[in-house]
């Protein structure tokens, strides 16, 4: 599997995109400062992701996402609610996804 997914820096609230064929990976690696494109900009909150079969249909995606403007927006719109500020015990898609890992 390949994924396309959002991050939101808790640092500044900006969101980065990218693409994987490993989340959990690539999601400690983002937290962790091993990417340089996010690095300044730890830790971060997983806040969306979208699963594809092959790459092509992911790279698509990602790419369709960062450079059209309305499907980036429609986004923003349709997970408003995972980008709002997090109220104190509430559970973010990252922590579950770190608890699955276990």
Do not use: C
């Not at 400690?28 to 079969?53: C, I, M, W």
């Not at 499907?71 to 923003?76: A, E």
């Amino acid at each position: 599997m390949y994924y396309v997914y959002i991050l939101q820096s808790r640092q500044d609230g900006k969101l980065y995109i990218g693409y994987t064929a490993d989340l959990r990976s690539r999601f400690r690696e983002h937290n962790q400062g091993l990417s340089q494109a996010t690095r300044h900009r730890q830790p971060f909150d997983l806040v969306y992701y979208e699963a594809f079969k092959a790459k092509k249909d992911a790279v698509v995606r990602e790419r369709m996402i960062k450079q059209y403007k309305q499907g980036y927006t429609n986004l923003k719109k349709r997970i408003s609610a995972s980008l709002e500020p997090r109220k104190w015990g509430e559970e973010s898609p990252d922590t579950i996804l770190n608890q699955e890992s276990r």
